[in-house]
């Protein structure tokens, strides 16, 4: 595992172009900091719709990868609207990226702010087969990132950061007797959000990315922050800082719904 990527100084994401050279030769890296007064506002930027058919009786599957948190989602969830149009995006699974103290953890920056952590629920293209055929197509998968910032315990994620002790070790996994609505998890006001094209932010970085960025953060206490931070990762290090910093602009324009 010490050959493998990672986010400490040998393996981190300064490194990681001499394995995946599009981590430095790529035209649409992510993630990036969002300039909100270059962003372009876009009336056609609709709602976006996000509907997953929850059954409080389902399970939750979570897993510990060695650099996030994960959970596959076994529901339908179909994500349509804004910049996907009437495209329909499956919903795969969603995973976190945290930090060491509240002062860090996301891997988008809004006007140079970065947050507690980010919230990112994956999304694959149905016009292909697969998750995995999609992955590295130019539209195959659309993200939605939320901004956490430390504050009220978020009630919908006690499930998960309540229930993390089966998940220490890197590449464990466990399944979870509660359910959990995906949705639940997204901020109250979802009409407001920038969207770019982009990239994976973990090897293989993959430029298939259409980015949802919403601009109302989540609030997580503190401790459901510290939960993830218990975490140890594939270097057998605290799980923390699995961020990678913003990537060149190259020229993109950022759209606003709002
Ligand atoms: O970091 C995740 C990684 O865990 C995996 O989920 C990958 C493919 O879905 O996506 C990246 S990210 O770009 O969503 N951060
Ligand atoms: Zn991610």
Redesign the pocket.
Known sequence: ASTEWGYTEENGPYTWYKHFPIARSGIRQ?PINIDSFEAEYDDALTDIHLEVSYQAEDDVTLKN?G??L?CQITQLGYLTGGPLGNQQFRLE?F?LHWGSHDTRGSEHTIDGEQFAAEL?L?HWNTKYDSFAEA?DKSDGLA?LGVMIKSGIENPFFSVVSDNLGGLIQAHSEDTIPSSLDPTDLLPGDISAYWTYEGS???PPLFES?QWIVFKEPVEFSHSQLDALRSLIDSDGNAMQDNFRPPQPINGRQVRASF
């Open positions: 992510s990868n650099h996030n994960q699974q995973h990112h994956v992955v993200v994976l932010t973990t990315v």
